[in-house]
């Protein structure tokens, strides 16, 4: 069952990383051929430029932490994953995780809690709600604290590492 649900939200993240660096792409090469083809700069482009990258930031390391490819757990968790102790795997991918889950919840709560300011401001060339700009960010690190659960969940059922 949660490798279901995990399979989905990979597809969700897939999705979204691709649609912003899609988009990306597009504003900065339109920024580009405004300013130098066209003579007409676009003030926006710098906003949703942004805005882009701080949702697919965020969308990938969220991905990442679903397929152990992070830099931090990488490095020693390969050793550790090859390791005839199990209870130390345990305890280690669990502390690994429990540290990423206590970091994205605290951030999640915080975020959520700030988001009454965040709507209430607006960007400077589009008007756009920073809450929409951060609201994102909020969901995604609500995302990586299931992503983290489904992880410590597999751990100590034994269907992976």
């Known amino acids: ?14 999705f979204c990383m691709f ?3 899609l988009l990306l792409f ?3 090469t339109w920024g580009v051929a405004a300013r130098y083809l066209f003579s007409i700069p676009a003030p926006y482009t710098e906003e949703l430029s ?4 701080v949702w697919l930031t965020f969308w990938g390391v969220s991905y ?7 830099p931090a757990i ?16 345990k305890c280690y991918f669990t502390l ?3 540290v990423m889950l206590l970091f994205a919840g605290l951030a999640g709560i915080k975020g959520l809690s700030m988001m009454p300011m965040y709507i209430a401001q607006k960007t400077i060339s589009l008007g756009i709600s920073y809450g929409f700009i ?5 969901v995604v690190l609500l995302v990586m604290c299931a992503r983290c659960l489904f992880k410590i969940i597999t751990v100590w059922i034994g269907e992976e590492q």
């Not at 069952?1 to 897939?14: C, N, Q, S, T």
């Not at 942004?50 to 990258?53: G, H, N, R």
């Not at 990442?64 to 992070?70: A, M």
């Open 19 to 21: 649609l912003a660096s």
């Open 96 to 98: 690994i995780y429990g």
């Open 1 to 14: 069952m949660i490798h279901l649900i995990d399979a989905g939200v990979v597809r969700v993240e897939k």
């Open 64 to 70: 990442l932490i679903g397929v152990d490819g992070h």
């Open 50 to 53: 942004i805005m882009l990258y």
């Open 26 to 28: 597009v504003n900065m």
């Open 134 to 138: 951060y609201g994102v960010g909020v």
């Open 74 to 89: 990488e490095i020693f968790s390969s050793r550790v994953k090859t390791s005839a102790n199990v209870a130390f795997r």
